[in-house]
């Protein structure tokens, strides 16, 4: 079987292609390499590539960004995923593609499922659920993946920003009124090969680590293991933000926005494994020889 990575350069498709590299036989595409935008491009280079399965981890993922730089937002988002399953559906290929919990206004209290409506309060929600949509429209057992709070070695997110402040300050803070859940790339990489297989039968499915938290219970987790791992901080505990203090956000941004993982266990027999175990297993293998 042969698979092709898009967005290797990123958070999650840098984690993909170094889980995978060893055992699979794998090519991938950096921006650099492969620029999403350039959608003739796309079509020849992959077009002539032979595969069975093509993963999309690349996309426009500033959310700030997406609402000053729409058209971009959505060439990238939303029309390139399009293209793609286009190009997959040309050889039988299978797309797996990733989208976000941004879909969703974020207005239930209860986890969402695939089945609920989504709808979108940002243009990068708006352009990803565009990119879903096209990519289902191909009608071929294409999936979309979405995912949340992304975190993992290959790029810094939330999870090292806040490290970092506690490195140098004694007082540091977090967003306590907006939930979702921490998800490990690793996980993410742990659990995807099972969908590999062109027979699976395509469409959404959501996946993030067990539970939920806030921006600053994510934090003070981070702070307890990273204390428990020995990694010295000057902060031990996180105060709490408002999401309304929060002025120099441009985009909206969904206050619950937690994915509900049932059809994922119902589909593979599996469970994720809690967030603060993922968080916890991150710092001791990234941060405690620090
Ligand atoms: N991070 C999260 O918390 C989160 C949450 C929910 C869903 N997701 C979804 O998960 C997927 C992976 O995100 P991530 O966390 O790995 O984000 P990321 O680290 O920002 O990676 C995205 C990659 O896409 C590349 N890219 C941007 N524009 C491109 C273009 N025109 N052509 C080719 N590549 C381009 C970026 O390259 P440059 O950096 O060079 O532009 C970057 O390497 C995305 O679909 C995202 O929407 C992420």
Not at 5 to 31: C, Q, S, T
Not at 217 to 234: H, I, M, S
Request: proline residues 3%.
């Amino acid at each position: 079987m042969k698979i092709v990575i898009l967005g290797v350069g990123g958070r999650l498709g840098a984690a993909l292609l170094r889980e995978y590299r060893e055992k699979r036989d794998i090519a991938g595409f950096n921006h650099a390499q492969l620029d999403l935008a350039s959608l003739d491009d796309v079509r020849q280079r992959l077009g002539a590539m032979n595969f069975d399965v093509l993963i999309n981890a690349a996309a426009f993922t500033n959310v700030d960004a997406c609402e000053t730089e729409r058209d971009r937002a959505f060439l990238i988002n939303a029309e390139a995923p399009g293209v793609l399953a286009e190009i997959c559906n040309a050889k039988d290929a299978k797309l797996i593609h990733f989208s976000t919990d941004y879909v969703f206004d974020g207005e239930k209290r209860a986890p969402y499922t695939e089945e609920d409506q989504a709808n979108p309060i940002s243009f990068y929600g708006e352009s990803k659920l565009v990119g879903e949509r096209n990519v289902l429209a191909a009608e071929n057992g294409h999936v979309v993946v979405r995912v949340s709070w992304v975190f993992g070695p290959d790029r810094p997110s939330f999870i090292d920003a806040m490290i970092k402040r506690a490195q140098q300050d004694e007082k540091i803070d977090a967003v306590s009124d907006k939930f979702s859940t921490p998800t490990y790339t690793h996980d993410i990489a742990g659990m995807l090969p099972q969908f590999f297989d062109r027979g699976g039968e395509g469409g959404i499915l959501h996946f993030a680590n067990a539970g939920k938290c806030s921006w600053q219970e994510y934090a003070q987790w981070t702070l307890d293991c990273c204390r428990n791992a020995g990694v010295p901080l000057k902060a031990k505990t996180v105060d709490t933000l408002k999401l309304s203090e929060m002025k120099n956000w441009i985009a909206r941004r969904p206050v619950y926005s937690v994915l509900s993982t049932v059809k994922y266990t119902e589909l593979t027999g599996a469970a994720p494994r809690a967030w603060r175990e993922a968080v916890a297993d991150y710092i001791t293998r990234f941060y405690s020889k620090k």
